[in-house]
């Protein structure tokens, strides 16, 4: 029988410190694409995640950084949950790709955009994570699409199609857009077909 390490007081607190900071960035894109800006600061983030202001100061400092890294957090959960799609052509792929826009995190990095458009500490930040977002989610886009960026015009077909799923996100915001966006999915999706080959 091999010795058994004792707990030490150190890992639960570790794990507890992970947690919280877990629950502090969903609590973060929660109220940010609930209340918007204006409505998000760090006491009703820290309510929201049932934690003391203090907690949350210390593992953000500022305002500014607990929602970048919240924007941050879930668009890194929502990669991961898009490399691990199965590959099951590429309307399934196309709709995946268009969730992205149309969830709760699209919701919060527009609240984002729209208050980085105002505070000149917030726009280098956001403009940095929005960029390294963007770059993935591309990455990835052209990984389940199949597509070859070798050939003329590939990326450019691949980003016009980014950027019409973020389209479909913005007129998703004011209403319920869902039978509308079917159809658009189902035509990019043949549309990619041929483009892509």
């Given amino acids: 029988m091999g010795v058994v390490t004792p707990p030490t007081d150190r890992t639960p607190k570790q794990d507890r410190s992970r947690a919280t900071r877990r629950r502090l960035l969903e609590a973060a894109v929660a109220c940010l694409a609930e209340h918007g800006w204006a409505g998000s600061t760090v006491s009703v983030v820290a309510e929201r995640a049932g934690v003391s202001r203090g907690a ?38 196309v709709a995946a790709l268009v969730d992205l826009y149309t969830g709760p995190l699209f919701r919060a990095a527009l609240q984002l955009w729209a208050a980085a458009s105002n505070e000149e500490q917030l726009r280098p930040r956001v403009t940095e994570l929005e960029a390294r977002v963007g770059r993935e989610t591309h990455r990835i886009a052209v990984e389940l699409l199949a597509a070859d960026e070798s050939r003329p015009g590939v990326r450019e077909t691949v980003q016009g199609f980014l950027d019409m799923a973020r389209g479909l996100g913005l007129a998703n915001v004011l209403t319920d857009d869902t039978a509308r966006r079917r159809r658009v999915v189902t035509q990019w999706a043949l549309l990619l077909d041929e483009a892509l080959g």
Avoid at 66 to 81: D, K, M, P
Avoid at 85 to 91: A, D, S
Wanted: aromatic letters at 8%; glycine letters at 2%; charged letters at 25%.
């Fill in 56 to 93: 949350a100061q210390h593992h953000f400092p500022t305002r500014e950084d607990l929602f970048t890294a919240a924007v941050e957090f879930v668009a890194e959960e929502r990669s991961a949950a898009l490399r691990a799609l199965p590959v099951q052509g590429r309307t399934a792929v």
